[in-house]
């Protein structure tokens, strides 16, 4: 086979540093949309990208010669540093060191898509800490309570 085809749809969530409220309204839409642009530059597609002050999901495409790692890695370090650079009230922002990644069937993206674009209000009754634990449970990703936060 001369071609290399795949559909690789990843839901990946990681949080602020120390979960700290530094995503600022001022800033979010910006930030989301500098991902998005980022993200097809140097990995694939972003079908999607969501938060609120302290935590970001997205939906990402990989190209078959990307790893997730090298993905988020890229992602959250050049988009720490845009913050920075680009925001007087940015200077102290940062991504958590770690990250979650599920992966998505075909036929489940667009049910990803809207819990994606509902963050704000899906947060109005659950924190992050709730909705990162269930997510771990829901797909049976082995982790210490103790250790989740480092």
Not at 25 to 39: E, K, N, P, Q, T
């Amino acid at each position: 086979m001369g071609h290399t085809f795949a559909n690789l749809l990843v839901h990946v969530i990681f949080g602020t540093k120390e979960r700290q409220p530094t995503i600022q309204d001022s800033f979010r839409r910006r930030l989301h949309a500098y991902m998005i642009g980022l993200g097809r530059g140097e990995f694939g597609d972003v079908v999607r990208v969501g938060g609120t002050t302290d935590h970001v999901h997205g939906l990402i495409a990989l190209r078959t010669d990307v790893s997730v790692a090298e993905a988020m890695r890229k992602w959250k370090s050049v988009s720490s540093k845009w913050v920075k650079d680009t925001f007087a009230e940015g200077g102290g922002f940062a991504w958590q060191s770690g990250y979650a990644a599920f992966s998505v069937s075909p036929s489940n993206a667009d049910e990803v898509k809207a819990y994606i674009e509902n963050q704000v209000e899906h947060h109005r009754t659950r924190t992050f800490e709730e909705e990162f634990i269930a997510f771990l449970k829901r797909h049976n990703v082995p982790y210490d309570p103790e250790h989740v936060w480092d």
